[in-house]
């Protein structure tokens, strides 16, 4: 490899609109941080990403199935918000890398 990164490129949806997102592998911490940067959101990950408030809820659907693997405690800090799908994430446990690469991610109209 020669220095040149690997672009990562995404949609977001969310607010009636649709964003072309393109990184790199570990730009940022990790979803949530991106979403905050590139797309303001007041209230967007109240608790600062540690995976508690559920207020980074975003839906995946992605290409790879490992995008979809919970981390920690995700699954009951999304129970607490009650009626989630199977592709329901937290964008503070969604890393910035590959498995991100061709994903749609929406942000449900009800989260903000």
């Not at 995008?67 to 799908?85: C, D, P, Y």
């Amino acid at each position: 490899m020669n220095g040149e990164r690997k672009v990562i490129s995404f949609v977001v949806t969310g607010f009636g609109e649709e964003y072309t997102v393109q990184t790199y592998e570990n730009e940022y911490r990790n979803l949530m941080v991106l979403l905050n940067d590139k797309i303001y959101m007041e209230d967007f990950g109240q608790c600062g990403g540690q995976g508690r408030c559920a207020t980074c809820m975003v839906e995946v659907t992605a290409p790879d199935d490992g995008l979809l693997t919970l981390e920690r405690n995700e699954q009951s800090t999304i129970a607490k918000k009650g009626g989630v799908g199977q592709n329901t994430r937290l964008s503070c446990q969604i890393f910035i890398n590959d498995a991100l690469n061709g994903a749609v991610i929406n942000i449900p109209d009800d989260l903000l």
